[in-house]
C-alpha cells in the first residue's frame, strides 16, 4: 500500500512538472488574445466602413465614412465643389492619441443607405441579441479579458504602479460638482450586467451637460457605445412664401391661406424656439407632438425673408468617451423627457451673450410674455444658470394658457432641469 502511495506521488509530481510549461504557455497566449482584444476597441469598431458624424472637443465636426486602422481610424469626405474645382477626397486621419480629445462620434439612422441599414440591423443583433443574454457567462472573450486585467494587475503591483487607475475626476457646474470619468480599465460588471439594457448617460461636452438615453450595446476602455439615442438637431428653416411648401429633415411647411402650417413627421417631438420675419424675431417656445400639426399665425413679409428655428429629434447610435460621461440610470427616462434635451445638441447652440440681452430687454419691456420667459430660462439652462433657469420656468408657467403649446414644453424642460440638479448635488432653494 505504501508502495503504491508512493508511486502515486512520483506520477503527480512528475505530472505537476509536465503541466506546468503547458499552463505557463497556455497562459501566456490567452493573455496575448487578451491584449489583442484590448487593442482592437469592440465599442469603435461597430462603426467600422459607415458615414458617421465626428466631433472633438474643440468643436470641430467632420462627417465621412469612418475606417479602423490598427493604430487610430481615418474619415473619408470630399469637400466639395467650388465653381470650376472638383470634388476633393480628403483622409483625415485620427490617431488613437487623440481619442480622449473626441466629444462623441454618432450615426443618424435615417442617413444609412439600405445595405448599410441592413448591415447595422445585423451587427445590432450579433452584439446585443436576446440569446447573448441569456449565455452571457459562457462568453470565452469575457474570459479572456478578465484573465489579462489580471495578468496586466498584477504586473503593475509588481511595478508599483495602481491598476486600474481610478479616473473619475469632478467637473464645477454653479457651485456644484458633477462626477464624470469611468470605473475600472476594460471589463466592468456594473457595465456588463447592463449591456443590451436601456441606459442612461450623463455626459460633459462643450461645457454642456447632456443627458442620453439609449441601449448600452457594448464598452471599452475608452468608449460606451449607445444604440437608439434620441438627438435633438438645430437647424434653420428658410420659409418662401413664392415656394409654398417644403421640407427639412422631419419638419414639412406650407403657407396655407396666408398662415404657416407646420406639420411634425417625426416620432418624437418638434421643438420651435423662435421665428424672425424680415427685422422682427418672436419667440415661440414651443413643442408639436409627434405626427401633429400646428398653425401659426405669421404674415409674410413683403420684403426680407421668414427664417424659422427649430430643433429636430433625431434616432442616432451615439459613440461616448468614458473620461467624460458615465452612466448614471439603468431605466429608460419617462414620456419625452430622453429626446427633450436642452443642452441641444452634441455641439455648443448658437445663442451668444447678445441673446441673452435681448431676451432680457423683451422680458422688460413685456413682463407678462411666457414665451419670452421660457426663451430665457431655456438660455440660462444652457449656460449653467439653474437656479435662475428655474425662476424664469415658474414664471413662463404662470402664464401657460398664453403660449402656444399650453405650456408642454416648458413644463418637461423645468421638470429636466430638476433632475440635472439633483444629478449634481441636491435640488437646493
Not at 487623440?98 to 439612422?109: C, P, V
Not at 435615417?110 to 459562457?138: I, N, Y
Not at 495602481?162 to 470619468?181: D, N, W
Amino acid at each position: 500500500m505504501a508502495e503504491m502511495l508512493m508511486t502515486f506521488a512520483i506520477l503527480f509530481f512528475w505530472l505537476i512538472i509536465l503541466a506546468t510549461p503547458v499552463a505557463l504557455i497556455a497562459l501566456a497566449a490567452l493573455t496575448l488574445i487578451g491584449l489583442h482584444r484590448r487593442r482592437r476597441d469592440r465599442a469603435i469598431r461597430l462603426l467600422d466602413g459607415f458615414p458617421v458624424n465626428m466631433e472633438r472637443e474643440d468643436g470641430t465636426r467632420r462627417s465621412g465614412v469612418l475606417r479602423i486602422n490598427p493604430d487610430g481610424l481615418t474619415l473619408e469626405y470630399a469637400l466639395p465643389a467650388t465653381g470650376p474645382t472638383p470634388p476633393a477626397p480628403i483622409t483625415y486621419l485620427h490617431y488613437e492619441a487623440e481619442w480622449r480629445a473626441l466629444n462623441a462620434i454618432y450615426r443618424f439612422e435615417d442617413e444609412l443607405s439600405k445595405q448599410d441599414r441592413e448591415r447595422r440591423e445585423h451587427q445590432m443583433d450579433a452584439v446585443s441579441g436576446p440569446w447573448l443574454k441569456q449565455r452571457r457567462w459562457r462568453r470565452p472573450g469575457q474570459w479572456i479579458d478578465q484573465l489579462t486585467e489580471r495578468v496586466i494587475a498584477l504586473w503593475m503591483h509588481l511595478r508599483g504602479r495602481p491598476f486600474p487607475e481610478a479616473t473619475f475626476h469632478s467637473i464645477p457646474r454653479t457651485h456644484r460638482k458633477l462626477l464624470v470619468g469611468y470605473a475600472g480599465d476594460n471589463v466592468n460588471a456594473m457595465l456588463d450586467a447592463n449591456l443590451g439594457k436601456q441606459v442612461v448617460v450623463r455626459h460633459f461636452a462643450n461645457h454642456f451637460l447632456h443627458r442620453h438615453q439609449g441601449i448600452l450595446v457594448a464598452y471599452s476602455r475608452y468608449f460606451l457605445f449607445l444604440a437608439q439615442t434620441p438627438v435633438s438637431h438645430q437647424t434653420q428653416v428658410r420659409l418662401r412664401p413664392e415656394k409654398g411648401a417644403g421640407q427639412e429633415a422631419t419638419l414639412r411647411w406650407r403657407w396655407k391661406d396666408g398662415q404657416l402650417e407646420i406639420r411634425n413627421l417625426s416620432a418624437y417631438p418638434l421643438l420651435l424656439d423662435q421665428i424672425r420675419v424680415g427685422d422682427t424675431v418672436r419667440d415661440l417656445s414651443m413643442m408639436i407632438a409627434a405626427a401633429s400639426t400646428f398653425t401659426l399665425h405669421v404674415d409674410a413679409p413683403k420684403r426680407g425673408e421668414t427664417l424659422l428655428s427649430a430643433r429636430v429629434i433625431r434616432e442616432a447610435d451615439i459613440l461616448l468617451p468614458r473620461n467624460r460621461a458615465i452612466v448614471r440610470y439603468a431605466a429608460a427616462l419617462p414620456g419625452h423627457l430622453a429626446a427633450l434635451d436642452v443642452g441641444v445638441s452634441l455641439s455648443p447652440p448658437d445663442e451668444s451673450d447678445e441673446e441673452e440681452q435681448r431676451l432680457r430687454r423683451e422680458l422688460k419691456q413685456r413682463p407678462g410674455d411666457p414665451a419670452v420667459a421660457a426663451a430665457l430660462a431655456r438660455h440660462l439652462y444652457q449656460k449653467g444658470n439653474l437656479d435662475e433657469a428655474e425662476h424664469y420656468y415658474h414664471q413662463a408657467l404662470a402664464g401657460a394658457r398664453h403660449l402656444p403649446d399650453s405650456g408642454e414644453r416648458a413644463q418637461l424642460e423645468l421638470t429636466q432641469l430638476r433632475m440635472t440638479k439633483e444629478d449634481e448635488g441636491g435640488l437646493g432653494a
